[in-house]
């Protein structure tokens, strides 16, 4: 094992650089530092290298983790908190409830609470990880199994990995005032991470998550529009998940830019498509719009042609055709 701690400060500060080539080492320290790992190596006669940087605020850690070699590392978030892959170099795949991800460098995977982890790493893959507590990130906090997780965009996406080399920087140049700031950088995670501070010129970098209210309304409204429901109102679905009209209208403008009748008309056009394109061919387009809630038959084909392209006639006839 090599390396000195960089810097520590108070019990719940510290930062660290480290790296070893025994495997038993590695996943000491990641079990510490993130959960308790399970370190598979994919070749029987390789070795590790694994090199880390890391540093514990307040209310998260986040480690710089390169291991060297390929690897699987199987472990399990700890139900009071989340971690937040961002992959910086290389390939890895992770096993997600919806099938395995491949993830490359740009991309950001988010594991929930108590859920399993089970990752491929290459050996040029780098991953900057975030463990974060429950309160840190009102998302997940308010996560249910139920609902989707939060998901960072396009354009958030670029400004957490800035904020993670960030946080992880300073703590190396910090020196001994790195414990004064280390308050400061936790808060500057959580402000991000609740969508409230915008980090450089374009404050669209700042909406890193979706509203969890913004999360369940959006599913809410899904199951209505499959059901068939219409209408489909505003202060119902407000009620149902229990914030104000005006707190929900809001959300949708700040993380959609769209308002609810407009997020209600970009679901029911999706889920059209969606059944357009599972049609059999003794199915009528009258009939499928209808299972949507569509009523107005023609304005919506000229919001479907507007969005897809092509009328859902055309749409049902080409999809007959294969």
Do not use: K
């Amino acid at each position: 094992m090599q390396g000195e701690p960089i810097n520590s400060g108070p019990a719940t500060v510290a930062a660290a650089g480290w790296s070893s080539r025994d495997r038993g080492e590695a996943i000491a320290m990641l079990s510490g530092i993130l959960a308790p790992h399970d370190l598979e190596l994919r070749e029987p006669r390789g070795a590790v290298h694994a090199r880390l940087a890391h540093v514990t605020l307040e209310s998260c850690n986040f480690a710089d983790i390169r291991y060297g070699a390929p690897v699987r590392i199987r472990s399990r978030v700890p139900s009071d908190r989340c971690l937040i892959h961002a992959v910086t170099e290389g390939r890895s795949r992770i096993a997600a409830r919806a099938g395995d991800i491949c993830l490359q460098p740009g991309m950001i995977h988010v594991s929930a609470p108590g859920a399993p982890i089970d990752i491929e790493h290459g050996p040029a893959s780098r991953h900057l990880t975030a463990s974060l507590s429950m309160d840190a990130w009102s998302a997940i906090a308010g996560w249910s199994h139920d609902a989707a997780l939060p998901v960072f965009n396009a354009s958030s996406a670029p400004a957490w990995r800035d904020l993670a080399s960030f946080v992880l920087g300073w703590a190396q140049l910090g020196g001994s005032g790195f414990g004064t700031a280390a308050e400061r950088l936790d808060g500057l995670v959580r402000a991000f991470l609740t969508d409230s501070l915008a980090l450089g010129a374009d404050a669209a970098r700042a909406r890193a998550v979706q509203p969890w209210y913004v999360m369940r309304a959006r599913q809410v409204m899904l199951d209505a529009v499959r059901q068939g429901c219409d209408p489909i109102g505003l202060a119902d679905v407000a009620r149902a998940i229990g914030v104000s009209m005006r707190t929900l209208q809001q959300g949708f403008r700040t993380a959609a830019a769209r308002t609810f009748g407009e997020e209600l008309r970009e679901l029911r056009l999706c889920e059209l498509d969606r059944q357009l394109a599972a049609a059999r061919p003794d199915d009528d387009v009258t009939a499928i719009m209808q299972s949507c809630g569509i009523t107005s038959m023609g304005r919506f084909a000229g919001y479907y042609r507007d969005r897809f392209g092509l009328l859902p006639s055309q749409r049902l006839r080409s999809r007959q055709g294969h």
